[in-house]
């Protein structure tokens, strides 16, 4: 019997495993770091299709025959990076009013016939939207520092209304060639943008138009866009 003591020398046997080459190395890093940015691509094209498809169904994919009441704004102009006054003397960003859709009216304090007819349609276009109805808001801006008669304060309890220098309005709002700022609706996106603006002089017998053109936007908008500033895209 032979023991351990006994048994021949043997070399050691070694196995050797090969260095990556530097180039490979660097070649692989830099794949996989392409990688990760087309799948970044990708994520955030998923986050912002919505978003996309519901513009493009609204501004591209019309039907023949179909035509907007109100006048589409090109390009969009942003709500604008300053700060407003609630009627208890709050400061307001006015960016805090993305989220939602916005109605936005505009006139001074004293709030003339015209002023008055605007808040009376305002409010009942909104109530026409039935069930969408939480996803716009209602927005006046007052344009100077006149005081808000009392008598109207009841029906604004739901409204938002904020003063805001005229000069900051006219940077950013635009009413149609001759008309007053005080002459329009204008419409705000949830992104913040000012995207369209209804005609002069609507009345009872023109606001349903104005109400088909928010009923579409509603629509095309309705998988992203949900009642509620916290659900904001």
């Given at each position: 019997m032979?023991?351990?003591?006994?048994?021949?020398d043997e070399?050691?046997?070694l196995t050797v495993?090969?260095?990556?080459?530097?180039g490979?190395a660097?070649?692989g890093?830099e794949q996989?770091t392409?990688?990760?940015?087309?799948k970044?691509i990708?994520?955030?094209?998923?986050?912002?299709?919505?978003v996309?498809?519901?513009?493009?169904?609204?501004?591209?994919?019309?039907p023949?025959?179909?035509?907007?009441f109100?006048e589409?704004?090109?390009?969009?102009?942003?709500?604008?990076n300053l700060a407003?006054m609630d009627l208890?003397?709050?400061a307001?960003?006015?960016?805090?009013?993305?989220?939602q859709?916005l109605m936005?009216?505009?006139s001074?304090?004293?709030?003339?016939?015209?002023?008055s007819?605007n808040?009376?349609l305002q409010?009942?276009l909104?109530e026409?939207?039935?069930?969408?109805?939480?996803?716009?808001?209602r927005?006046w801006?007052?344009?100077?520092?006149v005081?808000?008669?009392?008598k109207?304060?009841?029906?604004l309890?739901?409204?938002?209304?904020?003063r805001?220098p005229?000069?900051?309005?006219?940077?950013w709002?635009?009413p149609?060639a001759?008309?007053?700022l005080?002459a329009?609706f204008?419409?705000?996106?949830?992104l913040?943008n000012?995207?369209m603006?209804f005609?002069?002089?609507?009345?009872?017998?023109s606001a349903?138009k104005?109400?088909?053109d928010?009923d579409r936007l509603?629509?095309?908008?309705?998988?992203?866009d949900r009642?509620?500033?916290?659900?904001a895209p």
């Amino acid at each position: 019997m032979t023991d351990a003591t006994s048994r021949p020398d043997e070399p050691l046997a070694l196995t050797v495993h090969s260095i990556p080459a530097p180039g490979t190395a660097i070649a692989g890093e830099e794949q996989r770091t392409r990688s990760g940015r087309w799948k970044m691509i990708v994520v955030l094209l998923a986050c912002a299709a919505p978003v996309v498809a519901s513009y493009f169904t609204y501004y591209v994919i019309r039907p023949e025959g179909r035509r907007n009441f109100g006048e589409l704004i090109d390009p969009q102009r942003p709500l604008p990076n300053l700060a407003a006054m609630d009627l208890a003397g709050n400061a307001i960003n006015l960016r805090t009013l993305k989220g939602q859709w916005l109605m936005v009216t505009v006139s001074g304090g004293a709030c003339d016939e015209l002023c008055s007819s605007n808040l009376y349609l305002q409010r009942q276009l909104r109530e026409s939207l039935g069930k969408d109805k939480d996803r716009v808001d209602r927005v006046w801006l007052i344009s100077d520092d006149v005081p808000v008669a009392p008598k109207l304060l009841p029906a604004l309890k739901e409204a938002t209304v904020l003063r805001v220098p005229r000069a900051d309005l006219e940077a950013w709002l635009a009413p149609a060639a001759g008309e007053p700022l005080a002459a329009h609706f204008y419409v705000v996106d949830p992104l913040g943008n000012w995207m369209m603006r209804f005609p002069a002089g609507l009345d009872l017998a023109s606001a349903p138009k104005a109400k088909r053109d928010l009923d579409r936007l509603l629509r095309a908008s309705a998988f992203w866009d949900r009642a509620g500033r916290e659900s904001a895209p």
